[in-house]
């Protein structure tokens, strides 16, 4: 599969939001790597910061990820976002622009960001409304939900049970910081109907909790699977150096389909 370049996608999340924080970022070496990128971001900077160092990984391992999911097949039909320990929203922002770049017809109906960090998640919802400027037609629902994962119940999550959920989990099902049972029985107490499931991660050592996670849903539910651990070679801002050089970006990918209309 290729995966486009900036350069060739006109991607406006990779050209705007990550080159921006970029130039913005105040990066020293040596530099604070916000803990791997795990750390519940505290201020602008911090948020400013992990963009400018993640930004472009999280941006390549999501767009693969989004590649190989067949949207068009659910062009038309109300879909809800549900983006799990969302951070600034990225893997949304970068979906919106996936689907626009690739003029996929989805009526987002609602937006569901998840997050500990106020800073985060205010930024996030902004960096949501930034992507869709160019769409004034979008009347999608944002939500925000300012907890950690655990302590998630099903009152803090609205769903339609005639949309089709996708549910964004990017660098977070491999953080070992929360409870995967809980997290199955939350998503299916609260999201009736078609799901789809996006779990993207680095190759850290971690991955085994995204087949955990997806092993924990009654096979009889669960169709579309599918899973990656293909690094991607693609250009992205280096702190070390304090330039755009081409890196390889490690990841595991696994997403599928549940309906959890049958029980």
């Known amino acids: 599969m290729k995966i486009p370049s900036p350069q060739e996608a006109q991607i406006r999340f990779f050209s705007s939001i990550y080159r ?38 999280h941006f390549y391992k999501l767009y693969a990820a989004y590649a190989s999911t067949t949207f068009e097949k659910i062009e038309g039909r109300d879909i809800e976002i549900i983006d799990w320990g969302c951070g600034q929203a990225l893997a949304t ?21 998840i997050e500990p960090s106020t800073f985060a998640l205010q930024r996030g919802q902004s960096l949501v409304q930034r992507m ?9 629902v944002v939500r925000l939900v300012n907890k950690y994962i655990d302590a998630l119940t099903p009152n803090d999550l609205v769903s339609e049970p005639d949309s089709i959920k996708i549910h964004l989990f990017s660098n977070i099902i ?32 971690r991955q085994q909790r995204l087949e955990t996670f997806y092993n924990l849903f009654p096979s009889h539910q669960v169709s579309r699977a599918s899973s990656s651990s293909e690094p ?12 755009y050089q081409e ?5 595991c990918e696994r997403q599928f389909t549940v309906n959890l209309t049958q029980r």
């Open 20 to 57: 921006d924080s970029v130039t913005s970022a105040e990066i020293r070496v040596p530099f604070d790597n916000l803990d791997n990128g795990t750390r519940v971001l505290s201020n602008e900077s911090e948020c400013i910061n992990y963009i400018a160092l993640y930004g472009g990984h």
């Open 93 to 113: 922002c970068v979906l919106i622009d996936y689907l626009i770049e690739k003029n996929i017809n989805l009526n987002v109906s609602s937006i569901t960001l």
């Open 132 to 140: 869709f400027q160019n769409n004034p037609s979008t009347h999608s």
């Open 174 to 205: 491999d953080v070992e910081g929360f409870d995967l049972t809980q997290l199955y029985q939350l998503i299916s107490s609260s999201f009736q109907g078609i799901n789809r499931v996006i779990c993207t991660s680095p190759d850290n050592g």
């Open 232 to 243: 991607i070679n693609r250009e992205v801002f280096y702190a070390a150096t304090g330039r």
């Open 247 to 251: 890196r390889t970006i490690t990841r």
